[in-house]
């Protein structure tokens, strides 16, 4: 009994059980309800000649259970770069598939709310840019971060921090009930009682779902 995966981006539902959830990583975003199934033929037998072009010209790797290939297929492969795993053991088996699918997709990417500052006094420097004269108000402004500026409740812009300092001193981090100068990069239109929210993009490794949990 053998398994091909054919494509890069799709997961096959093969041998004699539901094995996976088929999927298009480029269009699916992990944790929303978009999953897309495919169904594929079981395929009984050794792992031939054939299943090793199919497999060169779908860029893919040849997935074999309680099989061996034969040594003119395993030569075929050796020649056209085509990799064969064979496995004994479905776990192994499901393991290994599904970690590879998941290096296929992109991470998840969350945004973590730092803290926030009200700008109080602007000043306009020749040759730097406008920095903003901040009061911390809540949790902490970290120099590494990124900021937003929120005027009347709407977000005016989002980018990175120029600087952060504690009155001339550089400062990686600012805590609530200090105050602090803020250089918004690329962006001198901060005005008075503007927001500035500071937070960072933490980067999650995507995971496959099983069918049951897509779907409910």
């Known amino acids: 009994m053998k398994l091909a995966d054919i494509a890069p981006s799709t997961v096959f539902i093969g041998l004699e059980i539901s094995l ?5 990583p480029e269009r699916v ?5 978009d999953w897309t199934t495919y169904n594929t033929p079981k395929v009984i037998g050794g792992i031939t000649e054939t299943d090793v072009n199919f497999a060169v010209a ?7 259970f309680n099989v061996r290939p ?10 056209e770069g085509v990799q064969i795993k064979i496995f004994n053991i479905i ?20 945004e973590v709310y ?23 108000v809540d949790g902490k402004i970290q120099r ?33 009930g200090f105050e602090c100068g803020i250089q918004v990069e690329n962006f001198n239109d901060v005005k008075l009682g503007d927001i500035l929210e500071c937070y960072v993009i933490e980067e999650v ?9 897509a779907s409910s």
């Open 20 to 24: 996976f959830l088929a999927f298009s």
């Open 58 to 64: 779908s860029q893919a790797v040849v997935i074999g």
């Open 205 to 213: 490794a995507a995971k496959l779902q099983p069918a049951s949990a």
């Open 114 to 136: 730092l803290g926030r500052a009200e700008v109080r006094q602007t000043f306009s420097i020749s040759k730097i840019g406008t920095i903003a004269g901040c009061y911390v």
């Open 144 to 176: 590494s971060a990124r900021i937003r500026v929120i005027r009347d409740s709407v977000e005016v812009y989002s980018g990175k921090m120029a600087s952060l300092k504690r009155f001339k001193d550089d400062a990686r981090e600012v805590a609530s």
């Open 70 to 79: 034969t040594p003119e297929v395993r030569d075929l492969a050796d020649r």
């Open 91 to 110: 776990y192994e088996l499901l393991d290994e598939v599904t970690a590879g699918l998941e290096g296929l997709l992109s991470p998840i990417k969350n």
């Open 29 to 33: 975003d992990p944790g929303r309800k």
